[in-house]
């Protein structure tokens, strides 16, 4: 059975401390684990148009040559791919809390020390960070949506509203439709609350079916729906 591979890309900002990293990961117990590096490692500017391309599981981010330069490489890489987990290897001896702190604000799911890992201890950090950064985004997700039907609850849809609203100058124009669902409340007391969701979920598959998948469909809570139509004439 062939173990899925995780693709982790290094950027470094010293070639010496990349492929250090490069041989804890490529070691045979590694390559079983299923991570594999994707060649070369790269320098920052480069590494961050690697990034932007696609393929990459989790970045390895080694700023033992510069800290400062390393948490703006980081703040990069976050822009240009917010879904992919990252994790920084810091010199030996560094003020990690600092550092850790910094990090952590900036996106990163670890900071370790070079002089504390060894092939195993990596793999097990990469893996931590992967787990983590997809609990991460369920929970965003769970946060900003609705619990019944899978909209955009409230707080997701005013929050897109607001980014949408930004760029509205890019765009046609944008479309506001409200809609609720006409006497839920004689339904759930005459029929029960199991029919009155089924009424709310059939109400969000016409939605979806109505409007395109770009545009931000949401259930404010009760009956009361609403769609955000981006681009709209």
Known sequence: MNTPRTNVLIIADRPDGASALCHRLESADAHIAGFEVLHPALEPAEGISRLARGGV?????????????????????????????????????AGHDT?????????????????????????????????????????????LSDELTGLYNRRGFLALCEHHLKLAHRMRGLMLAVVDVDRLREINERFGRDEGDRALLATAAVLRSTFRASDVIARFGGDDFAVLVLDAS
Do not use: F, K, M, N
């Open 57 to 93: 599981d989790v970045l390895l981010l080694d700023v033992t040559g510069s800290a400062d330069a390393g948490l703006d490489t980081l703040r990069r890489a976050r822009v240009e791919a917010p879904e992919i987990p990252v994790v920084l290897v810091a010199p030996p001896g």
């Open 99 to 143: 550092l850790g702190a910094q990090a952590t604000e900036a996106g990163a799911q670890d900071v370790v020390s070079r002089d504390q890992l060894d092939a195993s201890d990596l793999r097990r950090v990469l893996r931590y960070a992967i787990e983590r950064h997809r609990l991460q985004a369920t929970l965003r997700q769970l946060a």
